[in-house]
């Protein structure tokens, strides 16, 4: 698993997909896919902060789904915002929407073989 | 050399942009001292774009505050709020060190000066489009550009449009630029370095 982060608007999908060579009915926009079947090759999972944040807003919990989904779909790139370089909300769920984010994001990034972020189109290799 | 500078509010990113323009003309200086060019005519003037637009005694004061901030450093001021490409205009002919500041003005400018706002491909287009002809007339052009993607939230559409000009801006920048700097808490890091 790789995970790809960056700010909105950098150009990540773009870069995702021109780096791996990947097209793009290989990408799953905030959702999971449910299982395994008809999955050939790489799955890449754009905007993984909306899931995270659906499923917080539907009482799920995202950190156990996503790193049993993350075991199970090891030829998989993640894409996600990085939500938590600014001024922290008023708002108390929009508040735990970042803390579970970054903490997510943590342990994704623990797990993958590689961590790229992307600025300005560019990839950065962090890990 | 063309180099993009990128960074937070405050994050120091416009002493290092005025540094490496400064590097690059002192560098220019240097070379025409000891090999002089014989395709070179006329001065070696350092320039700054200044993109704020004066609308009220606060913008005047921030103005009035940068402009203390560069004095006797060197810069000829041309105040460009937009069609960017118009300062070539008001340059002498010769070396060229042109800093670009800052593309959030720049954009916020073409966008919304109008009673509605522009569409954000045109606004992309003509920003593109006028800064490559600043490019191909100066000999170093430093641009200075925000980085205003990291926050999550999600403001209304019209902003939203607004970030992402910007952020198709950068990424247009970035590509054709030499190096491509962050600077975080004033450290520069590398983003691209073309050799």
């Known amino acids: 698993m790789r995970l790809v982060i960056g700010g909105y608007a950098q150009g990540k999908l773009d870069y995702v997909l021109e780096k791996y060579h990947l097209r793009e009915n290989m990408v799953w926009d905030g959702h999971l896919p449910a299982d395994e079947a008809g999955q050939a090759g790489t799955v890449v999972i754009n905007h993984l902060h909306h899931w995270v944040k659906r499923r917080i807003l539907e009482g799920g919990c995202p950190e156990e789904e996503i790193l049993s989904f993350a075991g199970k779909f090891s030829d998989c790139i993640m894409i996600s915002d990085e939500i938590g370089n600014g001024i922290v909300p008023v708002d108390p769920a929009e508040r735990e929407y970042r803390e579970r984010m970054g903490r997510i994001l943590i342990r994704l990034a623990d797990m993958a073989e590689g961590v790229e972020r992307v600025i300005c189109g560019i990839g950065q290799t962090i890990k | ?195």
Not at chain 2, 78 to 106: F, H, K, W, Y
Not at chain 2, 122 to 147: A, C, P
């Open chain 2, 1 to 195: 050399m063309m180099v993009l500078v990128i960074g937070g509010s405050g994050s120091g990113k416009s002493a290092y942009a005025e540094k490496a323009a400064d590097s690059f003309f002192k560098e220019n200086n240097v070379d025409a001292l000891s090999a002089p060019r014989s395709d070179m005519t006329g001065s070696m003037k350092k320039y700054y774009l200044a993109t704020m637009q004066i609308l009220d005694e606060e913008g005047r004061k921030k103005v009035e505050r940068h402009r203390r901030l560069r004095d006797g450093k060197g810069f000829v001021t041309i105040e460009q709020p937009t069609d960017i490409c118009r300062a070539i205009d008001r340059m002498e002919t010769g070396e060229r060190t042109v800093l670009l500041e800052c593309i959030s003005n720049l954009a916020a400018n073409e966008m919304f000066s109008g009673e509605e706002a522009v569409a954000e491909k045109e606004v992309v287009d003509k920003i593109i489009s006028e800064i490559e002809v600043l490019q191909r007339g100066t000999t170093h052009f430093v641009v200075v550009s925000n980085n205003v993607f990291e926050d999550g939230i999600n403001y209304e559409e019209t902003t939203m449009a607004y970030i992402r000009v910007m952020g198709a801006v950068n990424r247009e920048l970035a590509a054709m630029a030499d190096r491509v700097v962050e600077v975080v808490a004033g450290i520069p890091i590398m983003i691209k370095e073309q050799e």
